[in-house]
């Protein structure tokens, strides 16, 4: 059977696009397809060119072209979606709602014409409700349109994790569960390093203070940056979620899915452990959830919920 390279495309190739682009190079997952508005095209033709010149040094074979043509992204077999604006310091990823919605819906419009049977990964904010804006655009089955948080909230995690202990990273496990807002759910109690539960090794204040920095991870590195947000945990996240479809691992990870049902919630786009492997997200986990956990979760949907109501497409 002839080997083919798969087709990779990022949409907006700003600082989490570019990033992206050539982590997936550098793991030679695919060809690389970046793409932005026609007004920046000369610069992201430049960006490609460029991460293309590192791969003698480098050693990676794939191929980045830059492009604003969406002719270029034909048959992609993964679109990531990163295209919209970045908060920065005093706005919350909601502020980002309006204008991102209407990104959204014409990135699709596109996407949708020329890759229909692509897997679509979005990472715009506020990226719950662009899960939901993409989802209904696209028109793709539930499980092609996928939402990034859960693994850049579940890094944030087990780096704070990992440091508070003084352990590698390789050895902590756990996942954030429910919206990329500051209300989601660290879920202390299925959280571990080398197995052992980490509520007997951190003193429970110590836990509760590394849940809510994790919660706002992602305002501590726009008030440190203090004109963008963050993006190489972000393109790291983004090429695990890729990696995984693309080599079909089926990785038990957390990603925005829509529910049906699962959690007690109907039509709505949220994060949850999940398997993701070659068909996209191929199975939900519903966990058993203590009545405080179900309580922070609910909170949770809640504020994705709202955000979404106001999401016109
Ligand atoms: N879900 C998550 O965990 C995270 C989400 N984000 C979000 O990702 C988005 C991108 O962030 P950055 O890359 O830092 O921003 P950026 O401003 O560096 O890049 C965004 C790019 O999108 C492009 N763009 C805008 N409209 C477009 C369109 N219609 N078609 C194609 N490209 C278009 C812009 O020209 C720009 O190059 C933001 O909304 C940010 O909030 C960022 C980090 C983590
Ligand atoms: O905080 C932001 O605006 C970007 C983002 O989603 C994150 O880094 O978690």
């Known amino acids: 059977m002839a080997l083919t390279r798969k087709k990779i495309t990022v949409v907006g190739a700003g600082f989490t696009g570019a990033t992206t682009a050539l982590m997936l190079a550098q793991k030679e997952l695919g060809n690389v397809v970046l793409l932005d508005i026609p ?24 191929q980045i072209i830059g492009t604003s043509n ?19 310091p005093g706005m919350s990823r909601d502020d980002l709602v309006n204008t991102n919605a209407g990104i959204m819906k014409s990135v699709c419009e596109n996407v949708k014409r020329v890759a ?41 995690y087990c780096t704070f994790i990992a440091q508070e202990l003084n352990v590698s990273v390789e050895d902590v496990r756990g996942f954030v569960l429910g919206g990329h807002g500051d209300d989601m759910v660290p879920l202390v109690r299925y ?5 052992i539960p980490i509520e007997t090794l951190i003193p429970a204040d110590r836990i509760q203070e590394i849940v809510q920095r994790t919660r706002v991870g992602g305002g501590e590195i726009v008030n440190l940056l203090g004109n963008g947000s963050a993006y190489y945990a972000p393109a790291a996240s983004l090429v ?25 919630y109907n039509d709505l786009f949220l994060g949850v452990p999940a398997i993701l492997g070659g068909s996209g997200i191929e199975k939900v986990f519903e966990l058993d959830l203590t009545a405080e956990e179900k309580a922070a979760l609910d909170k949770s949907a809640n504020s994705v919920r709202s955000v979404i109501s106001v999401v016109n497409l």
């Not at 590192?54 to 074979?61: L, T």
């Open 39 to 62: 007004q920046l095209e000369n610069p992201t033709k430049g960006k490609a060119l460029d991460m293309l010149e590192a791969s003698p040094v480098q050693g990676f074979d794939s």
């Open 70 to 88: 969406y002719d270029d992204a034909a048959d992609s077999d993964i679109v990531i979606i990163t295209a919209g604006i970045a908060r920065k």
């Open 116 to 156: 229909p049977e692509s897997t679509v990964i979005i990472l715009s904010n506020p990226v719950d409700a662009m899960t939901y804006a993409a989802y209904k655009t696209l028109g793709f089955p539930k499980n092609r349109v996928i939402g990034q948080s859960g693994v850049l909230d579940t890094a944030r």
């Open 191 to 195: 959280s571990n390093v080398g197995g």
């Open 240 to 264: 695990q979620m890729a990696e995984a479809i693309i080599k079909d691992k089926k990785r038990i990870i957390p990603v925005i899915a829509l529910l049906e049902g699962e959690y007690g």
